[in-house]
Nanobody, 125 residues
Framework: QLHLVESGGDLVQPGGSLRLSCRGSGYTLSYYAVGWFRQAPGKEREGVACVGSSSGSTAYGDLVKGRFTISRDNANNMVYLQMDNLKLEDTAVYYC??????????????????WGQGTQVIVSS
């Protein structure tokens, strides 16, 4: 089974940047569609960004468009989430998820079968 581990979460000031990493093991991550999701305290988990497998097509949630960028590093079995111009409302636990499908999705439920444990991002002044 594909195993995913997120890293890179931290405390950052508003307007700052972070890069989150999602490392896959057990299988070649480039064959999988990968999504980033987040869950803030007391809120539902929501889709942030995703990238398809071979096509590399991407999709972004409306709240992060123009600020976040998802990318792959196939040589290292990694997917990254570059987060710029961070806002207080970006505070959440961020999860990566993967599924052996061509296209990605921002759907939280039922699309991805492999999930990581999450990494905490806190945006605060």
């Amino acid at each position: 089974q594909l195993h995913l581990v997120e890293s890179g979460g931290d405390l950052v000031q508003p307007g700052g940047s972070l890069r989150l990493s999602c490392r896959g093991s057990g299988y070649t991550l480039s064959y999988y569609a990968v999504g980033w999701f987040r869950q803030a305290p007391g809120k539902e988990r929501e889709g942030v960004a995703c990238v398809g497998s071979s096509s590399g097509s991407t999709a972004y949630g409306d709240l992060v468009k123009g600020r976040f960028t998802i990318s792959r590093d196939n040589a290292n079995n990694m997917v990254y989430l570059q987060m710029d111009n961070l806002k207080l409302e970006d505070t959440a636990v961020y999860y990566c998820a993967a599924e052996s499908l061509h296209l990605c999705s921002l759907d939280v439920h039922g699309y991805y079968s492999s999930w990581g444990q999450g990494t905490q991002v806190i945006v605060s002044s």
